[in-house]
């Protein structure tokens, strides 16, 4: 498949020189780092984390987080009345 792209003009330097020195053309180049590109993307995709692995809490929760205000077993009314003792 045939197709038209705009490369700046010393990235094309770059990349033609980079030809010249491989012994090869600049299509070679081209698609050897697409290939490279799109071969390391699905090496990253293998490590896949889901959107509650890669979340981040808020600051106001991180606070709160870090004293200690929610365990295994506590309601919502000792979470409540341990906040209020913070304040």
């Known amino acids: 498949m045939k197709t038209t792209i705009e490369i700046p003009e010393p990235l094309y330097k770059k990349v033609k020189i980079e030809a010249i020195e491989r012994g090869t ?10 290939e490279d590109h799109f071969r390391s993307s699905v ?4 490590t896949f984390q889901s959107f509650h692995q890669r979340r981040s809490l808020t600051p106001d929760f991180q606070n709160l987080n870090g004293k200690n205000l929610f365990s295994k077993g506590t309601d919502s009314t000792e979470i409540i009345s341990k906040e209020r003792d913070l304040r």
């Not at 090496?43 to 293998?46: A, I, P």
């Open 25 to 34: 053309t600049l299509k070679t180049v081209v698609l050897s780092a697409l």
């Open 43 to 46: 090496q990253t995709n293998v």
